[in-house]
């Protein structure tokens, strides 16, 4: 059974920093891309970035210069290194390990910029 879990969220201030980290059991990950999302309250859930099984990565316009996403296979873990963050960045966050038709979603981890 595939299991996909979130960590690393938090309350952190205007133009503070954040890692979160996803890390998958039960699948093959290295074979796996995976991406971050999030939903705000109110809003549809968003793509953030998110990175081949090649490496590859892709970054939505309002992250890009901001976020990072990495992988490090040995361990079957996603991060995403999140700097300068806004207010508009609050939300949760949620993992998801794509291949083909598969998609696996993690339970999502809560972001909170406030000052």
């Known amino acids: 059974q595939v299991q996909v879990v979130e960590s690393g969220g938090g309350l952190v201030q205007p133009g503070g920093s954040l890692r979160l980290s996803c890390s998958a059991f039960g699948m093959l990950f290295s074979i796996y891309g995976m991406g971050w999302y999030r939903q705000a309250p109110g809003k549809q859930r968003e793509p953030v970035a998110s990175?081949?099984?090649?490496?590859?990565?892709n970054y939505a316009d309002f992250v890009k210069g901001r976020f990072t996403i990495s992988r490090d296979n040995a361990k079957n873990t996603v991060y995403l290194q999140m700097n300068s963050l806004k207010p508009e960045d609050t939300a949760v966050y949620y993992c998801?390990?794509?291949?083909?038709?598969?998609?696996?979603w993690g339970q999502g981890t809560q972001v909170t910029v406030s000052s």
């Open positions: 990175i081949t099984s090649g490496g590859r990565t």
């Open positions: 998801n390990g794509f291949r083909g038709k598969e998609s696996y």
